[in-house]
């Protein structure tokens, strides 16, 4: 099994690249998501999925680990194949598909060619658990006075009937980005992103 491939980039479109190594040319499809993210690049270390068929041996790159977990995860579920994982990843970024599962966001899937609600219903039922547990709650980067505030800001917002897991991540997002000193400010900051 191939874990990654590091090389020069001789071709390039949105949809695979080519990547020169060791003598060998790797064709290798990406999504959207990656190839903004490698476009610019010459020389490039990408993390590979193989999907070995009884008639196919087919490489799927990607720049970023989360990626890559949510590409094998989508797969997983019957009815869902890698190009359909790839559109998906191609339509939303990991994060925005991380929260359409944890959000129950039929909608957001059905928004992504070839996924009907049936389709977007199995996906969030076969994944919501899995995509908690790889998400947790991560908490325990931040300083104590940082943590006290969250878990006020937390409280609150749940009162007010936002998403536990939305509100996770919106307040993590916004302690990674700047220093609060009161709850008043924080819950102030998300209310502004929630909505």
């Known amino acids: 099994m191939i874990s990654y491939i590091k090389g020069a980039i001789t071709y390039k479109n949105p949809t695979f690249v080519i990547i020169e190594t060791g003598g060998i040319g790797y064709h290798v499809n990406v999504s959207l998501h990656t190839y903004a993210q490698i476009e610019k690049l010459e ?3 990408i993390l590979i999925h193989q999907h070995i068929k009884e008639d196919s041996n087919t490489l ?3 720049n970023e680990e989360a990626e890559r977990s949510l590409f094998v995860l989508l797969i997983s579920v019957s009815g869902i194949g890698p190009n359909t994982a790839r559109v998906v990843l191609s339509s939303m970024t990991p994060e925005e598909v991380q929260s359409s599962i944890l959000g129950e966001d039929v909608a957001a899937f059905n928004r992504v060619k070839g996924i009907g609600p049936k389709t977007a219903k199995r996906i969030i ?3 919501k658990d899995k995509v908690m547990k790889d998400s947790g709650n991560s908490a325990a980067n931040f300083s104590p006075q940082d943590n006290t505030l969250r878990e006020e800001a937390l409280s609150a917002l749940v009162a007010l009937g936002f998403a536990k897991v939305t509100i996770q991540k919106a ?7 700047d220093k609060f000193t009161s709850v008043e400010q924080l819950i102030k900051v998300a209310l502004k992103q929630l909505s």
């Open 43 to 45: 020389q490039v270390k």
């Open 60 to 62: 799927y790159g990607f």
């Open 171 to 177: 307040l993590n997002k916004i302690l990674r980005e």
């Open 125 to 127: 039922l076969d994944l």
